[in-house]
């Protein structure tokens, strides 16, 4: 028997090894639940960087269902943005000698959009307040 069984036969052992006076009408299919076959374990032995492909599946959905969608302009770094019209140019900061990358050019609707965390909120209010022709360091 494994953990589990064990752990069962112990509260509720199965009427095959009970004795008398023991209380085992509380589960009366034991015999039938415990003959049940079992799932095999989840594989997490990594080939190649990656799981097994039922396991990297199950992971590939979980993360799926927990991780946040992509996002126009990750806060990871100190960003520059200058609003022109309703357009919001997004540059952000690299350290000093890196190659500088190309600027998101988004429109401010979707750059509010995006902002949907509580640590979202003051970047919102910051590129919320900006005037045409504005700019600010988020």
């Known amino acids: 028997m494994g953990k589990f069984s064990d752990k069962l036969a112990r509260v509720a052992p199965p009427p095959s090894l009970a004795s008398p006076g023991m209380m085992v ?8 639940i415990l003959a049940l076959p ?19 599946a199950l992971v590939e ?17 100190a960003r520059h943005v200058q609003l022109k019209g309703e357009t919001l140019i997004v540059t ?3 350290e000093e000698g890196a190659t500088p990358e190309p600027p998101l ?6 750059f509010l959009a995006d902002c949907s965390t509580p640590g979202d ?18």
């Open 38 to 56: 079992r799932r095999p374990p989840v594989d997490c032995s990594r080939v190649e960087g990656l799981y097994a492909p039922a396991t990297q």
């Open 105 to 110: 050019i988004v429109s401010r609707a979707a």
């Open 92 to 94: 952000r900061e690299v």
């Open 121 to 138: 909120q003051e970047a919102a209010r910051i590129v919320g307040a900006l005037e045409d022709g504005g700019e600010a360091r988020l």
């Open 61 to 77: 959905v979980e993360t799926g269902k927990l991780a946040r969608p992509p996002r126009l302009s990750c806060a990871c770094r």
């Open 25 to 32: 009408d509380a589960v009366p299919d034991i015999d039938r």
